[in-house]
């Protein structure tokens, strides 16, 4: 009767652990080509955008690869990567820009249930600049609109810049 007792605790505990185990493939939505218009309602700016989601160093990363121009006729090119990692239990995303020499890492949390994505820029010590935003995406996956806010300069008192983004798949990287 203990053993059985013992046999079913640890399979209850082993099942439900390894249901609650992420990897970047719970991300697999963002694999694809998605159009992108980003916009600051209070200066009238927006960036559109090309961006494409594809699996990079033996699918460990997703590579979210962006190609914009903005309403003063800028352009420039950006990437996401993104990995889990199991030691910390989160996912992690390093941000690099073709117009600014800054390399921002993000923690992402993501809500299978609600389908949202948020996340929040990790300090640096060098320099100020922070990012938080959340994500929320359509039932189907293929849209979504991003709500953030960018903070930089002097920390006391900082220069804010909020957006919104909206995207929308164009197609699936296996179409």
């Not at 293929?142 to 983004?165: A, C, H, L, M, R």
């Amino acid at each position: 009767m203990r053993s059985t007792l013992l046999f079913s605790f640890l399979l209850l505990f082993f099942s439900q652990s390894n249901a609650q185990q992420l990897s970047v493939n719970d991300l697999n939505f963002l694999i694809g080509t998605w159009q992108t218009e980003e916009h600051n309602h209070a200066t009238n700016w927006w960036e559109k955008s090309t961006r494409t989601g594809i699996y990079i160093l033996d699918s460990m990363f997703i590579q979210l690869e962006s190609v914009a121009v903005n309403s003063s006729h800028k352009k420039r090119t950006y990437r996401f990567l993104i990995h889990y990692y199991n030691k910390s239990k989160q996912f992690e995303m390093v941000c690099i820009y073709s117009n600014w020499p800054k390399v921002r890492t993000e923690i992402l949390q993501w809500d299978k249930v609600n389908r949202k994505l948020t996340l929040k820029s990790k300090p640096a010590s060098d320099e100020y600049s922070e990012r938080e935003g959340i994500i929320q995406f359509s039932e189907n996956f293929n849209e979504y609109v991003w709500k953030g806010t960018n903070k930089g300069g002097d920390p006391q008192k900082p220069s804010i810049f909020e957006y919104e983004e909206k995207g929308k798949k164009e197609k699936a990287c296996n179409e």
